[in-house]
């Protein structure tokens, strides 16, 4: 059984080994291990990671069973604070399936009573996560052409009415 708790610093290494074989599972086939590579090791480092601990208006949580973190997702308030951006939602592929995406995104929902609207980018080739965005209630509010800002990859915006 996963619990979700917010993360501590003690996290990180395990939540970038997560995030580091999250993303090589999903998105090898889509942008090659090399630019997937270079995009984890940009994002997730640990300094990257570590700076989102303290960032102001934001939730950084993890699913962890007492032996190992199953699934991690960080959101922060945007500059209205009745728009909140998901920013990570990432499972496991081998904890994938288990109710653990729902758990974080329920615990995300949960901590920004003031928000109205929960905005997240996909990759559109990411037929699993469009999926799953889709049956939590998401509905499709345009594209970008920068996932994440400073990628360079386009997305698909997904945005769901909350609170």
């Not at 993360?7 to 086939?29: F, K, M, N, Q």
């Not at 109710?99 to 997240?120: C, M, N």
Request: proline residues 4%; hydrophobic residues 45%.
């Amino acid at each position: 059984m996963m619990f979700v708790r917010t993360a501590g610093e003690r996290d990180l290494a395990a939540v970038r080994a997560l995030l580091v074989e999250t993303w090589h599972a999903t998105y090898d086939s889509i942008y090659g291990a090399d630019k997937v590579t270079e995009i984890t090791d940009e994002w997730h480092s640990i300094a990257s990671l570590k700076a989102r601990l303290t960032r102001p208006n934001s939730e950084f949580l993890v699913a962890d069973d007492g032996k190992r973190i199953g699934g991690m997702a960080f959101a922060a308030a945007t500059t209205d604070a009745k728009i909140v951006m998901l920013n990570q939602l990432y499972v496991h592929p081998t904890c994938q399936r288990q109710g653990i995406g729902q758990a974080l995104l329920e615990e995300v929902e949960a901590s920004f009573p003031e928000a109205r609207t929960l905005r997240v980018e996909v990759e559109e080739a990411n037929a699993p996560a469009v999926a799953f965005y889709g049956s939590k209630g998401f509905l499709p509010a345009g594209t970008t052409a920068d996932c994440g800002g400073g990628s360079g990859l386009p997305a698909l915006i997904f945005e769901k009415t909350i609170g």
